[in-house]
Structures are given as C-alpha cells and as structure tokens.
C-alpha cells in the first residue's frame, strides 16, 4: 500500500507573515516535482465553515466547487496547485466538534465517555486521511490557523504529534516564524523564533524545517544561532524575505532547495517525469514585463476598517483581474472606490478616469445605490462594466430603472413589497430565512450554464456549457425576463433548464462590454490558468483606454 506523507505547517511569533503562501508554495514545488498534493487549511475557529463571518473581520468566504465556504487561504492554495480542491480540504473546530458531539447523541461511541483524546483528534486525523483519499494525493501539507500558543490549536497539535508517532518517517512540521527588525535597534532578533521553537516543542512536536519570514534576508549567523538554540540544523533554516510578488515565494523556495529537503526527511523518491516549475517561471516574469496599464476602478463596500482588509474581503477578484491583465501583457492598476461616496454627493463623472469599472458581489442595503449609479454612468458613457453576483444583480435593476423606466425596480432584498421586484429571493430560499437557517443554505458551489450562441460570453468562454462556483438567495426575477430582453439586455447563460439566469449582457454593437454574471467567476481564475471573462473584461478595457 502507498504510504501517505503528511507536512504540518504551523505559525510561530504571530500570525500574518504567509503562512497561506508558504503552504501553497511548497504544494507547488511538489507537485512541480511529480508528487500529487492536497493542501488542508485547519481554522481552530468554531465557526462550521466561514459563510456566516463578516468579511471585514475575517476576509473572503473563497467557495469551493462543493459549496462549502472556506477561508481565502483555500482560494491561494487552489491558485498555486492550479486544480479544484475536495470538501475534506478544510476543516474547522466547529465542523469537528460537531460531528463527534453528533455521533456521540446518535449512541455512535457506543455509551463511552468521549473525550477531547482520543475522540476529537480521531476526527481530525481521519478528516485529513479522507481528504488525502478524496484527492488521490501521495503529499498532504496541513495549514494550522493562528499560531502555536492559541489555546484553541492545541489538539490540533497534538493530532499533529500522535500521527509522527504511529508513522515517524512520514510526518514533519514546518514552522513558519517572523524575526523582526526593531527600529530602535536596527538587528534583526531572532530570539522571539527560538522561544516559538522551544514552545512547540513542550507539546512534544520537533521543528523540522524553518521559514524565517523577516522584512531582509535571514543572514548566517542568525541562521546559526537558531540552529545552536533548537535541534533544526541551519540548512533547513529558509530565508523568507518580504518580496513584492507572492507569485515568487515557490521560485525562491526552490532556489534555496525547499523540495529537495522536504524529500530527505519524508524519504521521498525522486519521480521519473516532473513538469517542473517552467510554467510557473513565465507567469512570475510575465508579472515585471508588462507594456501597459489599464485602470479598473471596483466600487465596494466592505471598507470599513482600511483599504488592507478591503483587499482581502476581494482577494479573489483582485487576483482574477490581474492574472487575466498579465496573461496579455499588461498591469491591471486598482483603486477602490467607496459606493457610498456617491450617495454622498461624490461626483459620478470621477469614475471617467477607468478604463473598466467593476461591481464585485455583496449583500445588503450599504452603498447600493452608490453602486447603481456607477453602473449607469458606464453603461451611458460607453465604459466597460464587469458584475459580479450582486454586480449582475443591480446592473439589471439599473437597466429596468433606466432604460425599462421602472424606477421603483428593486431586489427583495432590500425592498421587500417592491412594486418592481426585477431581483427577488429564490423559491426554496424563502423558507430558510423565516427558520433563521443561514449558514451554509445559500445557493452554494459549481452549478452549469448553458451559453448562448455567438453572444460576448459564449465568445469568451469558447464554448456553450459551463461550470461556475455560486454563492447567492436572490435571482433575476423571470417575470421581468421577457421586458428586459424586449428592452435589449441580453440573458446569454442561463441554468440547463433555462430558469435561472446566470449570465446578462448587451450585445457588442451597443456597448464594448457591459456584463453581469450570477455566479462567482473569479473563484476559478488562476495564475496558469486566468478567466476568460476577466481576460475579455481586461481586453474591452484597453480598447477603451483614453
Ligand atoms: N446578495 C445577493 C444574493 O444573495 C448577492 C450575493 C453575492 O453577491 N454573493 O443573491
């Protein structure tokens, strides 16, 4: 039987410094090296999956084709495999407990005290090995949120500790640790990493393999010092700069021979055929050699606490633009615009600077009118327009306002009785919000669509059937379909029994590129592999650059 081999990945210091990136990382360079990985992101949060937290607190909800809602680390680990990943790739304390308190109210433990050990970690370990299983993977690498010290990572840990036990030649920990640089001193410390190494090890587990991530290369002699301190010699010590491009990280970690030395400790044989990491090579010059820039204005909501968590409550859709921009050659260049700011009064004729403007997805009343404004005015003046989930939403309300002339048309959501309900709650979603069952229930995961012929999606897309990730209650309502039409917008991808409308545009001739998808195309837009309606969203914006 094939042995399976495991790599922990575990935070030391504090959380932040790419954890994520290190995991996804050295996912790439094994697979680069002919290994299947699956990469499993540990949330120690009881929270069942990240669908109902804020993503101002917390982020993105990235969708998996399952319809789970994960953590964005997920969407950078399926960026950097480039492939889909499985259900058991993300597990939480919540999704964990929950099934063991079940199976204990279901007389599953047959009438045995169950216990955090054996029983939660016995969950986990066999959540981890279904994953492996799911994935057909030889590699699993094990993200564990936070870091170590977090009360709530300890059985995660510990989990960590028994599976070496059993299987001492297929498990090992990489710690990801940060050595600052005070301003008053000038010297990068390495003291904070040793005691993180120390820590970690007073839960029986042995740093195998160190990413020193530090604002300047990790020098020698500090390399030496942390190898004096601990038992992690100092050629297993990587120095992990701050660099400009995430999309670097796996090149540098294979200068400096990451993949060689995970193979030593997991006794891993080299492989006969390896695609090797050419590829990812291009796509990491591609990023420096762009000729041009094109200016994407995203008008958002989720600003509430600074521009950095707004890139991470969208950094799938950021993501999304520049892969498409950098596969022809030139820089996708953002700029966040508050929606709201147009309800105070801001003036519209602003958004002239972009060369496209995007709607991304959201929920809730905050800025939506910001929003429809800012619809309009590039639909009016010709200005390419790209909507996501609500982005499609609202691009048709804007259309039925201004151009059907019902200017009460609404969603729902917002406005329950609405006397133009052009977006309404989906049927079988009615139900759930009266029972107050909201996590989880939303339309969630790949569903397929079917094109329409000739149309600007179908053209993109190259093809008439497609898969996307949903993430939605409301829906375009079909009693206004017919009008909409009649009235020019063009419904180009529907659900296979045509009920649902997926995709809505105008045609070409009237408009260089005024689109709106229901579904979430950016969850599926990788780096090797961008969207094509991001890459035709970017191209209709450099025609229109001024
Ligand atoms: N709020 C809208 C809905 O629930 C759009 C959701 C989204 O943009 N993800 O249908």
Redesign the pocket.
């Known amino acids: 039987m094939k042995k399976q081999k495991y790599i922990f990945v575990i935070g030391g210091v504090m959380s932040g410094v790419g954890k994520g990136i290190t995991t996804a990382s050295i996912g790439a360079i094994l697979e680069s090296k002919g290994f299947k990985v699956n990469l499993i992101k540990i949330d120690p949060y009881l929270n069942v999956d990240a669908g109902t937290m804020n993503p101002t607190e917390h982020g993105e909800a990235f969708v998996l084709d399952s319809g789970l809602e994960t953590d964005q680390d997920m969407g950078n680990y399926e960026r950097f495999l480039n492939k889909s990943l499985s259900n058991d790739d993300y597990i939480t304390s919540g999704m964990v407990y929950r099934a063991v308190i079940e199976r204990e109210r279901n007389l599953g433990y047959g009438g045995k005290c169950v216990e955090a050990i054996p029983h939660i970690t016995d969950e986990i370990l066999m959540r981890i090995n279904r994953a492996a299983m799911e994935n057909k993977s030889d590699i699993s690498v094990v993200e564990i949120g936070g870091t170590i010290g977090d009360y709530q990572n300890a059985l995660f840990i510990e989990t960590a500790r028994i599976l070496k036990i059993k299987h001492p030649e297929d498990v090992m920990t990489v710690l990801v640790s940060y050595l600052p640089i005070p301003n008053t001193i000038g010297e990068m410390k390495s003291k904070p990493t040793q005691n993180a190494i120390r820590q970690l090890n007073s839960y029986g587990v042995h740093a195998d393999m160190i990413i020193a991530r530090s604002p300047l290369p990790v020098d020698d002699k500090r390399k030496e010092k942390i190898a004096n301190a601990t038992s992690v010699p100092a050629t297993h010590i990587i120095s992990a700069p701050d660099i400009e491009s995430v999309y670097d990280v796996p090149l540098n970690f294979e200068k400096d021979k990451v993949g060689e030395i995970v193979m030593r400790i997991l006794r891993l044989r080299k492989k006969g055929s390896a695609p090797g990491l050419g590829a990812w090579e291009n796509f990491a010059k591609s990023v420096k050699t762009f000729k041009k820039i094109v200016k994407i204005g995203i008008v958002g909501k989720y600003f509430d606490t600074g521009d950095f968590v707004l890139s991470d409550a969208y950094i799938s859709v950021i993501e999304a633009l520049k892969f498409s921009a950098y596969s022809i050659g030139v820089k996708a260049e953002l700029e966040w615009i508050n929606a709201k700011s147009f309800e105070r009064g801001a003036d519209i004729s602003t958004l002239g600077k972009y060369d496209g403007i995007l709607v991304p ?4 009343e905050t800025g939506i009118e910001g929003k429809i404004r800012a619809i309009q005015y590039a639909r009016e003046n010709n200005v390419p327009y790209f909507g ?4 499609m ?1 609202l691009m048709v309300i804007e259309y039925a306002r201004n151009v059907l002339d019902l200017k009460s048309a609404h969603t729902t ?1 917002i406005v329950k009785d609405s006397e133009h309900p052009v977006v309404h709650i989906m049927p079988d979603q009615e139900k759930k919000l009266l029972e107050k069952a909201y996590g989880g229930t ?1 339309r969630l995961g790949a569903y397929p669509s079917i094109l329409k012929k000739g149309s600007v999606a179908a053209i993109a897309y190259g093809k008439e059937v497609i898969e996307e990730r949903h ?5 375009v309502n079909n009693a206004y379909r017919k009008m909409l039409e009649n009235g020019g917008l063009i419904f180009s991808g529907t659900s296979p029994d045509g009920l649902l409308a997926e995709i809505a545009e105008l045609p070409k001739k009237k408009h260089p590129f005024f689109l709106g998808t229901q579904f ?1 195309p950016e969850f599926k837009a990788r780096p090797l592999d961008p969207h094509p309606l991001f890459t035709a969203f970017i191209k209709a914006s450099i025609v229109s650059k001024k």
């Open positions: 997805g959201g929920f809730g996501l989930c609500y982005g939403q959501e939303m993430r939605h209650r409301y829906e979430h």
